[in-house]
Structures are given as C-alpha cells and as structure tokens.
C-alpha cells in the first residue's frame, strides 16, 4: 500500500515540475507555427538533389498520388459494376470481404 507521505511527495514534485516548465513554455512560444503541409515537403524533398534545369522534367509526388486516387476510384466503380453483374451471370462466385 502506498503511504500518505509519497503521495504528497508525488504530488509535490508534479506540481514543482508543473510550475517550472509552465513559464519556459510559454517563453518558447512567442509567434504560431506555420501549418506543415505534408505532400508539399515531400516535393520539396524530392527535388532538392535534382539540378534546376531538370527538375521540371520529374513528376511531382502530389501528382503521382493524384494519379493513384483517380485510380482507386477507376477500381471503386470497376467493383460496383462487377457486384451488379456477377450474381446475374454466375460467373464469378460471391466473396465475402
């Protein structure tokens, strides 16, 4: 069983702690961080060992993963169809995800 004196020991040092990082937190944050847009570094990061001249000959990768979504959607409408016409034809069995 814990005893009274390490739980206000415990409490003790949390609010300690508590009351000397509240005022270095608050001296840290003087201006609001810009929002970091994920895809936008990654073209960025992607380029940066590139020379200028060929650079725009390279895909970016927010291109290439508009690419792979219209994809995703080309095979969404595929399954529909497929789900429509499979039980009308018999040719391909019902399968369960």
């Not at 508590?18 to 073209?43: F, Q, R, Y």
Request: charged share 15%; no cysteine; hydrophobic share 50%.
């Amino acid at each position: 069983m814990i005893s009274t004196r390490r739980i206000v020991a415990a409490v003790g040092l949390a609010v300690g702690v508590t009351g000397l990082a509240a005022p270095m937190a608050s001296a840290a944050v003087s201006e609001a961080p810009k929002p970091l847009n994920p895809i936008a570094e990654l073209d960025r990061l992607a380029v940066s060992d590139i020379p200028a001249e060929h650079q725009a000959a390279l895909p970016k990768v927010s291109q290439q993963l508009a690419g792979l979504n219209g994809l995703n959607e080309g095979l969404n409408e595929m399954h529909q169809l497929t789900d429509l016409v499979a039980p009308v034809t018999g040719v391909l069995p019902a399968i369960q995800p």
